[in-house]
């Protein structure tokens, strides 16, 4: 008998983990996941975006507007790329790749840099055109960091829990 030929590619393997992990955001507005793996395809470490560990999320805003930059969200939520980096206890994260659901912010492309990860692949980029990710794609590529954006093969996957 010869071997299943409709198994997922690792990119859909590794994206829908992002995608799942996306799902654990309580973030009412955007829920982002990210994925970290190996060169080896081996997950390394997975994150999303929300609030920093002890910071209740029945405690802590999280509107996108108002008047008291207090009062949002933005001083607050961790992006899911610095949580996925802040949560590999491994060692260096030197070579791998990150999956991510949201092209990823200046911010977090410091991060991205700075742990040696060379290759990001994303899914959305609906915030292209904003200062926040021009600053971030021309930083990655000036550091070296490939960039790509996720080809999706339009395979709907229903997982039962």
Not at 33 to 58: A, H, K, T
Not at 81 to 99: D, M
Not at 141 to 148: E, F, M, Q, S
Not at 150 to 159: A, D, L, N, Q, V
Request: glycine share 8%; hydrophobic share 30%; net charge neutral.
């Amino acid at each position: 008998m010869p071997k299943r030929s409709d198994y997922i590619s690792w990119d859909e393997y590794f994206m829908g983990i992002a995608k799942m992990s996306s799902m654990r955001s309580k973030d009412p507005n955007t829920q982002v996941g990210c994925c970290i793996v190996s060169q080896e395809n081996r997950i390394l470490s997975v994150g999303y975006n929300g609030f920093p560990m002890g910071c209740s999320d029945d405690e802590f805003p999280w509107d996108r507007e108002g008047e008291d930059p207090l009062q949002t969200k933005y001083l607050y939520t961790t992006h899911s790329e610095l949580n996925a980096i802040l949560n590999y206890t491994g060692g260096s994260l030197a070579g791998s790749k990150l999956y991510v659901s949201l092209f990823p912010c200046n911010e977090c492309a410091k991060a991205i840099i700075q742990s040696g990860i060379k290759e990001v692949i994303y899914d959305c980029d609906k915030y292209a055109d904003t200062p926040s990710v021009i600053g971030s794609k021309r930083m990655m590529r000036a550091a070296g960091v490939k960039i790509r954006a996720y080809e999706r093969s339009g395979r709907e996957i229903k997982i039962q829990v």
